[in-house]
């Protein structure tokens, strides 16, 4: 006769239905991130940026380090470079074309306007190659694209701070000699300036980068126009010396109230208007958003451009 004990031992109870592995089966799964396709242009995303906030800090190494890597001088060349083109403007327009320098030492009006241009031209100039330099990258792992021109702003700041260092060094200098110069409250705006900077450089560059996509004509018609837009900015002139009609041109630049603020904040000499300096960050407000918002939608096929 067969052995119902063991017969009945066999078979599965009600309990034993459930295995671990069947749990693990319909066991939902929790990820720390999910990757979606963004179904808005406004969808941004902006949350991912701290996320990989990491990343981006390697970025800013790697464009850092990689400047000076292998040369002589070494970090040296950031300083080297304002303080030759310095001079070239001190021979050029401050001794052969006479251009007034509102009465201050013309190497520190020239320099205040350089550091401030050099930091602007170079973010501007390096964020617009996001994706033609960085499309191997894009193709091969996901991370938010917009880290890579953040990183360029954010070690452009590094860079910044050796200049504006370099700039601090003539002004103690002549202060000590006893030029006509000082300091004003506008000088706390300082902070205010750079992120004005930082914002309309990320901005521009990263409209330009959604075109170079497509039309690689626009690479090289940035490099001229940026050398071109020096001219229309108070970088090697004064404010004061612009008269008439040309004056509300060079006041639609926005790059403009952000340079005078500058120098009569650390200077004493120049033109503050609140007017010109909030038309500057509005202006500089409405290109991120724009540029953000193009940057997003081209992110998603320039690979199939590039």
């Given amino acids: ?44 995303h ?60 013309k190497i520190l009006f020239y320099l205040s306007g350089n550091t401030l241009w050099i930091y602007f031209s170079e973010c501007l ?7 033609t ?4 990258l894009f193709g091969k792992v996901y991370f938010p694209r917009l880290a890579v021109p953040i ?6 700041l590094l860079r910044f701070a050796l200049q504006f260092t370099f700039l601090m060094c003539f002004w103690v200098y002549y202060t000590i000699r006893g030029a006509d110069i000082h300091l004003t409250l506008a000088a706390f705006l300082f902070p205010l300036l750079i992120l004005m900077l930082a914002g309309l450089s990320l901005g521009l560059g990263i409209i330009f980068s959604s075109m170079t996509t497509k039309y690689r004509d626009m690479t090289f018609l940035l490099g001229f126009g940026v050398r071109l837009y020096m001219y229309a900015t108070p970088v090697i002139y ?10 509300w041109f ?11 603020t500058f120098r009569y904040g650390f200077l004493g000499v120049g033109s503050f208007n609140w007017l010109y300096l909030a038309y ?27």
């Fill in 238 to 247: 004064p404010l004061s010396v612009i008269e008439g009609k040309w004056k």
């Fill in 46 to 105: 902006l949350q991912d940026l701290w996320r990989y906030r990491d990343l981006i800090g390697l970025f800013v190494r790697r464009d850092f380090v990689t400047q000076f890597k292998q040369t002589i001088l070494g970090p040296a060349w950031f300083v080297i470079r304002p303080l030759l083109t310095t001079i070239m403007f001190v021979i050029v327009f401050g001794n052969i074309a006479k251009i007034s320098t509102d009465g201050l030492p």
């Fill in 133 to 136: 330099e960085n499309a191997q």
């Fill in 280 to 306: 500057s960050f509005t202006f500089m407000s409405v290109v991120l958003f724009i540029g953000i918002v193009i940057f997003n939608r081209v992110e998603k096929t320039f690979m199939d451009t590039v």
């Fill in 151 to 156: 990183s360029v702003v954010l070690s452009g």
């Fill in 1 to 44: 006769m067969p052995n119902n004990t063991a017969t009945q031992a066999l078979e599965p109870s009600a309990t034993d239905n459930q295995s671990p592995i069947a749990d693990n089966g319909a066991q939902r799964e929790d990820w720390d991130l999910t990757i979606k396709p963004r179904d808005s242009l406004l969808h941004l």
């Fill in 250 to 260: 060079i006041l639609v630049n926005p790059m403009t109230s952000i340079i005078e």
């Fill in 125 to 131: 100039t390096k964020s617009s190659k996001t994706f």
